[in-house]
Structure formats: structure tokens, C-alpha cells
């Protein structure tokens, strides 16, 4: 007869394997969910700035509560290295310009028209400039986001492009410009900062002063009086812009980035929800339809 300890016992390996499998499910499922609050997050903070009385001042509001929230944390971080900078002084300048215009076309257009142009279209142009400047190979997968994309953009441009919102539409598609470039230039300078949270959120803090002195010094009385009524909005907004970034940031630690980056773009889908029900834009099925196109032809082209 063979000994008991001539048998060895798998169980205890068995165990462990699926605690880990199960540990990993709930990992996944945490990093899910979070993402999803992200996405709603930027969603979110672009709602405070197209409902508010008035955008710009909604738009320097959000700003500076960010910069705020940044200068508490920036001491407790490591700057970010020399060599990026650069990087950082241009972002600033492309982020400045970002709020300008998301402020402009949330004053002449619906948000459920130019929200999912802008956010889904920054990848298109992003995959543009790879293919042609940097020489980038994209496959068929590729190809069929891009495509996916413009049908989609296409879409949302017949829904409704005269007028006021034909204007919107263009200043969309120039923010979308906006944001691809500022997404290639972070790409490069949080590679080199070596600190990616203190590189973001310098640009968030040095974003934030020179809006905050044009609002002082053009339109100092009105800017207060505003402030003093809608700070809760304002802090809301820049809260949403941080989590929505430091989110995905995190995330893209814990699971593939071109998955997290994919899952971000429901916030075209939030987008959509919260212009109809809180902001009560009419949004008709041709709108809801090429919003929903945006979206996953960008999610394709994130996981391409």
C-alpha cells in the first residue's frame, strides 16, 4: 500500500488557481465599471458647460476649479522631467484653444450633435496624421473604423447643417483637430516626463491661470458675480474633468490600453443620454443613429 505522503494532494493548487481566476474577473469588473464612471464623467462636465448661463465663463469655471484641484496634489508628486516641457507648453497652448472652442459651439449648437463629432473624431484625424506623417501602418480593421467614423460623422452632419448648426458642426470638426493634436503632442511628452499624473496635471494648472486672468482683467465684475452663483457647477465640472482622465490614466495600468481606450468612447453614448434627458435637446433617430455609429467606429478603430 502506497503511503499518504506518496500521493501528492492537487487540491491546494486547484484552489489557488481559481481564486486567482476569480480575483481577476473582479479586477476586470472593477476596471469596467470605473471606466464607464469616466466616460460618464466627461460626458458630464461637457453638459455643466453647455447648460450654463453663459459657456465661456461656464468654460473658465471648470478650468480653474481644475487647476485648483491640481495645485493641492501637484506638491506631493515628482515634477515631471525636463525634456518634456516643451511638451507641456505646447499642450497648454492646444488645451487653451480646446476650451475656447468647446465654449463657442456649445453657444450656437446642441451638444447631442457636436459632442459625439468631437470626441469621435479626434481618433480619425489622430489615425490620419500616423498614416501620412509617420508613415503608420493601419490594417483592415483599421480601415473599417475610419470608415465606420466618417459614415458616422457624415450622418450627424445631414441630420441638421444649416445655419447655427452648420457653424457648430465646423467648429466641432476644428476642435476635433484641437484634440488629435493635443492627444499626439501628451503621447510624445508623457513618455518623457516620467511622471505621467504631475505631467497632467501641470497642463491642467497652467491652463487654468491664463483663463483665469483674461476672466479678471476683460470681464472681472461679471466673472465674480457669475462665480459666486455657479461655483458648485464649476467645481463639479472640473472634478469630472480630473476623474475622467486619472480613470483612464489608472485603468490603462490594470487592463490593454486600446481596450480602455475603446471603452472611453461610450462617453458618446452618455453624451447623447444626458443632452436628452437633462439638457432636452430633440435628439431624432438620425442623430441617435450617427451618434451611435461615432462611437463604434471609433471603438473599432481604438482596438484596430
Given at each position: 500500500?502506497?503511503?499518504?505522503?506518496?500521493?501528492?494532494?492537487?487540491?491546494?493548487?486547484?484552489?489557488?488557481?481559481a481564486?486567482?481566476?476569480?480575483?481577476?474577473?473582479?479586477?476586470?469588473?472593477?476596471?469596467?465599471?470605473?471606466?464607464?464612471?469616466?466616460?460618464?464623467?466627461?460626458?458630464?462636465?461637457?453638459?455643466?458647460?453647455?447648460?450654463?448661463?453663459?459657456?465661456?465663463?461656464?468654460?473658465?469655471?471648470?478650468?480653474?476649479?481644475?487647476?485648483?484641484?491640481?495645485?493641492?496634489?501637484?506638491?506631493?508628486?515628482?515634477p515631471?522631467?525636463?525634456?518634456?516641457?516643451?511638451?507641456?507648453?505646447?499642450?497648454?497652448?492646444?488645451?487653451?484653444?480646446?476650451?475656447l472652442?468647446?465654449?463657442?459651439?456649445?453657444?450656437?449648437?446642441?451638444?447631442?450633435?457636436?459632442?459625439?463629432?468631437?470626441?469621435?473624431s479626434?481618433?480619425?484625424?489622430?489615425?490620419?496624421?500616423?498614416?501620412?506623417?509617420?508613415?503608420?501602418?493601419?490594417?483592415?480593421?483599421?480601415?473599417?473604423?475610419?470608415?465606420?467614423?466618417?459614415?458616422?460623422?457624415?450622418?450627424?452632419?445631414?441630420?441638421?447643417?444649416?445655419?447655427?448648426?452648420?457653424?457648430?458642426?465646423?467648429?466641432?470638426?476644428?476642435?476635433?483637430?484641437?484634440?488629435?493634436?493635443?492627444?499626439?503632442?501628451?503621447?510624445?511628452?508623457?513618455?518623457?516626463?516620467?511622471?505621467?499624473?504631475?505631467?497632467t496635471?501641470?497642463?491642467?494648472?497652467?491652463?487654468?491661470?491664463?483663463?483665469?486672468?483674461?476672466?479678471?482683467?476683460?470681464r472681472a465684475?461679471?466673472?465674480?458675480?457669475?462665480?459666486?452663483?455657479?461655483?458648485?457647477?464649476?467645481?463639479?465640472?472640473?472634478?469630472?474633468?480630473?476623474?475622467s482622465?486619472?480613470v483612464?490614466?489608472?485603468?490603462?495600468?490594470?487592463?490593454?490600453?486600446?481596450?480602455?481606450?475603446?471603452?472611453?468612447?461610450?462617453?458618446?453614448?452618455?453624451?447623447?443620454?444626458?443632452?436628452?434627458?437633462v439638457?432636452?435637446?430633440?435628439?431624432g433617430?438620425?442623430?441617435?443613429?450617427?451618434?451611435?455609429?461615432?462611437?463604434?467606429?471609433?471603438?473599432?478603430?481604438?482596438?484596430?
Amino acid at each position: 500500500m502506497r503511503s499518504r505522503e506518496a500521493v501528492p494532494w492537487q487540491g491546494g493548487d486547484h484552489l489557488f488557481q481559481a481564486n486567482r481566476i476569480g480575483c481577476l474577473i473582479i479586477m476586470s469588473l472593477t476596471v469596467f465599471i470605473w471606466v464607464l464612471l469616466a466616460a460618464a464623467c466627461h460626458a458630464t462636465w461637457n453638459a455643466i458647460v453647455k447648460g450654463g448661463a453663459d459657456t465661456l465663463l461656464t468654460t473658465v469655471l471648470v478650468a480653474v476649479s481644475a487647476m485648483l484641484m491640481g495645485a493641492v496634489v501637484l506638491p506631493f508628486l515628482a515634477p515631471p522631467a525636463q525634456e518634456s516641457w516643451p511638451f507641456i507648453a505646447v499642450s497648454t497652448a492646444l488645451q487653451i484653444v480646446y476650451y475656447l472652442l468647446l465654449a463657442k459651439t456649445y453657444q450656437i449648437a446642441d451638444m447631442s450633435q457636436t459632442y459625439p463629432v468631437m470626441r469621435g473624431s479626434a481618433p480619425l484625424i489622430v489615425a490620419g496624421i500616423g498614416v501620412v506623417f509617420l508613415h503608420d501602418a493601419i490594417g483592415l480593421a483599421g480601415w473599417l473604423g475610419i470608415a465606420v467614423i466618417c459614415l458616422g460623422v457624415l450622418s450627424m452632419a445631414l441630420a441638421r447643417a444649416t445655419g447655427k448648426s452648420g457653424n457648430g458642426m465646423r467648429l466641432a470638426l476644428c476642435n476635433a483637430l484641437v484634440i488629435a493634436s493635443y492627444t499626439l503632442v501628451d503621447g510624445a511628452g508623457v513618455r518623457l516626463s516620467g511622471s505621467p499624473v504631475a505631467y497632467t496635471l501641470w497642463i491642467f494648472l497652467l491652463t487654468g491661470v491664463p483663463l483665469l486672468v483674461w476672466a479678471v482683467i476683460v470681464r472681472a465684475g461679471q466673472f465674480f458675480r457669475y462665480a459666486r452663483k455657479n461655483w458648485m457647477l464649476g467645481a463639479a465640472g472640473g472634478a469630472g474633468t480630473l476623474l475622467s482622465y486619472g480613470v483612464a490614466l489608472w485603468a490603462m495600468t490594470r487592463a490593454p490600453v486600446a481596450m480602455i481606450a475603446a471603452l472611453r468612447e461610450t462617453s458618446i453614448l452618455f453624451g447623447i443620454l444626458i443632452s436628452a434627458l437633462v439638457l432636452k435637446e430633440h435628439v431624432g433617430r438620425q442623430r441617435l443613429l450617427a451618434a451611435a455609429i461615432i462611437a463604434l467606429g471609433a471603438g473599432i478603430l481604438r482596438l484596430a
